[in-house]
């Protein structure tokens, strides 16, 4: 053999099979794995590489008469890989990240909503009596307006008018929830 003769290897057609194979095959086998993947790109494209890496161990699957007849067993290798993947994912601790984040975010919201509770509470006992029952009715318990009126005995229309002064008495009381009370 001459240096310059170029010769055809078991390893350089091994490669031309697999760049075939996933030229054929690898864009169903990537939405597949990205719909198993809940949309992560990343993870799919890592299932992915390890389901050709499969099929490049294990060539006796590549060499059925039919070459669609591969497809069946390489979307089956890779939801394999897909399923054990998401359950040592679900055995592994979280990995510190975005999930934190979101957890501290969470509690933060959590910490907010309840100091905010705390200080509406105390701004609807500064209502008159009138003000608060109406405020409580409408805006609390999540009763209609012909409900709260029929609940106290009083015409609809005034039902609305205490609930417009409750309103507007809190947002003077909460300067800062103004906006939120809109």
Same mark, same amino acid.
């Given at each position: 053999?001459?240096?310059?003769?170029?010769?055809?290897?078991? @390893?350089?057609?091994?490669?031309?099979?697999? $760049? $075939?194979?996933? +030229?054929?095959?690898?864009?169903? !086998?990537?939405?597949?794995? *990205?719909? *198993?993947?809940?949309?992560?790109?990343?993870?799919?494209?890592?299932? !992915?590489?390890?389901?050709?890496?499969?099929?490049?161990?294990?060539?006796?699957?590549?060499?059925?008469?039919?070459?669609?007849?591969? +497809?069946?067993?390489?979307?089956? &290798?890779? /939801?394999? !890989?897909?399923?054990?993947? /998401? +359950?040592? @994912?679900?055995?592994?601790?979280?990995?510190?990240?975005?999930? &934190?984040?979101?957890?501290?975010?969470?509690?933060?919201?959590?910490?907010?909503?309840?100091?905010?509770?705390?200080?509406? /509470?105390?701004?609807?006992?500064?209502?008159?009596?009138?003000?608060?029952?109406?405020?409580?009715? &409408? =805006?609390?318990?999540? $009763?209609? &307006?012909?409900?709260?009126?029929?609940?106290?005995?009083?015409?609809?229309?005034?039902?609305?008018?205490?609930? =417009?002064?409750?309103?507007?008495?809190?947002?003077?009381? !909460?300067?800062? =929830?103004?906006?939120?009370?809109?």
């Amino acid at each position: 053999m001459t240096a310059g003769t170029a010769t055809i290897t078991p @390893r350089t057609t091994a490669e031309h099979e697999l $760049a $075939a194979l996933q +030229r054929e095959h690898g864009r169903p !086998l990537f939405a597949l794995l *990205l719909r *198993l993947s809940d949309g992560d790109r990343q993870r799919a494209e890592d299932l !992915l590489q390890e389901t050709l890496v499969r099929a490049w161990q294990h060539p006796e699957a590549l060499r059925a008469d039919d070459f669609d007849s591969v +497809r069946p067993w390489l979307l089956t &290798v890779g /939801r394999r !890989l897909a399923i054990d993947a /998401r +359950r040592a @994912r679900q055995a592994r601790p979280p990995e510190v990240g975005d999930a &934190v984040l979101d957890n501290a975010r969470i509690c933060a919201d959590h910490a907010e909503r309840s100091a905010a509770a705390l200080d509406v /509470r105390e701004a609807v006992k500064t209502l008159t009596p009138e003000h608060r029952e109406v405020l409580v009715l &409408v =805006y609390f318990q999540g $009763a209609s &307006v012909a409900e709260a009126a029929a609940a106290l005995g009083i015409p609809p229309g005034t039902v609305k008018s205490r609930a =417009y002064y409750a309103l507007r008495a809190l947002r003077r009381v !909460l300067p800062g =929830y103004a906006a939120d009370l809109r």
